[in-house]
């Protein structure tokens, strides 16, 4: 295990909340769906429940978000980091009655891993198996998932996609006795939460996600996870980066941000920096605004741009206030599917062309086989810093597309933890874009100056 065995606290002085892991074997065996159920389960009995994701995901926060009506925010040792980890779980255990965590993959996949963050903070994992296709086998992988690591806090087990009470004995009978059975979950249509290329459909494009969320909920009441997990002591921690950020950093600065169904990848914790920091946050659509509202940065998240090209190509007002917006030199930070709306020009999956916004000299195509997946940090050598303040920001990539831009690159990412190279950043005009998402309290000095009003280049 790459980092420290527990927090560096003394015992006595936490703050105790059940809390649980949603795990599993692999992705795709329904920790998402399993995660949401019980948050809206023990939403519905009028407990405020907290719900972390491990990783660096966008997608299932949103679905995790409306099904427990609080913000989602990452948990990652690395990108976050142990300390950010730690503030995170202690600030929700003090105003929640439960927490739940949505781990990554397989439980023991990435480093970190779910396992990871299961140990660290010594909180039971709940492993959700798939076991539509399986019988006895079912012991064998709780057996496998439970054993694995020896020091590994383990709840039990639920069985995913299981409809016959015969195939739910077939699978208690096989399962040791000490194991608990928490039951099972049927495979049913009008749960399960329908996908593409990057994830999961988003919350918001969902018009029955309420319905489904409450019908899963439902199906919680059958099973033995009604009943409010063990308590796990959660501690304070000191000395954390966010610590010492100054509430009027970026006081008198209006940040743009643009949200819709085409950009509504960005992390919860982005935007509480940036508050935290005295920002003023404005959001506004690609898709239906006429133009970007009064402020001093733009902000343009990742997404899907390349579901919604024909109406953004379309919306020349508002694509013409970003251009008068640039040639102002107002600062302009981009990510991903928000860098390829700055581009000249975008291809969907049907080998459909679209103008964007023109900002930035190159084109990009989107592909059905993945570019990019991982975990890196990229340093920014292009602003001042003081000698002990460092010029790395960690982040994340995830795309389907590959672009051809017209710039030589002024940085390049690092993959973690392999070390192998990653994505390009580029800076044009008074602009910074990458493929890569920022995880801005990784570097709070750094972020504020590249959400500086005052920064040009």
Known sequence: MPFTDKPKNQTGTGVLCPALIISAPSSGSGKTTITAALARYHRNRGRKVTVFKVGPDFIDPMI???????????????????????ELLYRAALT???????????????????????????????????ASAMA???????????????NLPFSGVIANRVNSQRHEELLVTSLASEF???????????????ERHLGLVQAQELADIDQQLDHAADLIAETALTKLTAEVEFFPTINTSLATLSDTALADT????????????????????????????????????VG?????????????PELYAQSLSENIT????IKNFAAANKPIVAECGGMLYLLDELTNLEDQSFKMAGLIPGSAVMQKKLAAIGSQSVELPIFNLDENESTIMRGHSF????????????????HHPSERLGEFVYQHGNIIASYMHWYLPSNPELAVKLFNKNRRF
């Open 318 to 321: 508002f694509i013409q206030s």
């Open 399 to 414: 795309h389907y597309s590959s672009a051809n831009i017209a710039l030589t690159p002024i940085s390049q990412t690092i």
């Open 292 to 304: 970007l509202p009064e402020a001093d940065v733009l902000y343009l998240p990742g997404g899907y």
């Open 64 to 86: 995790l978000r409306q099904a427990s009506g609080e913000l989602v925010y990452q948990l990652d040792l690395w990108l976050v980091g142990e300390q950010g980890c730690q």
């Open 96 to 130: 929640s009655d439960l927490i739940l965590i949505e781990g990554v993959m397989g439980l023991f996949d990435g480093t970190p891993s779910s396992a990871d963050i299961a140990e660290y903070f010594n909180i039971p994992v709940l492993a959700v198996i798939d």
């Open 254 to 289: 209006r940040i743009a941000i643009i949200k819709d169904k085409a950009f509504s990848f960005i992390y919860a914790a982005n935007i509480a920096f940036l508050k935290q920091a005295g920002a003023e946050i404005i959001y506004c659509s690609a898709l239906t605004d």
């Open 136 to 150: 006895q086998t079912f012991a064998a992988v709780t057996y496998g998932l439970a054993k694995h690591r020896p």
């Open 180 to 194: 608990k059975f928490y039951g099972r979950i049927p495979k049913e249509a009008a749960i399960t939460l329908p």
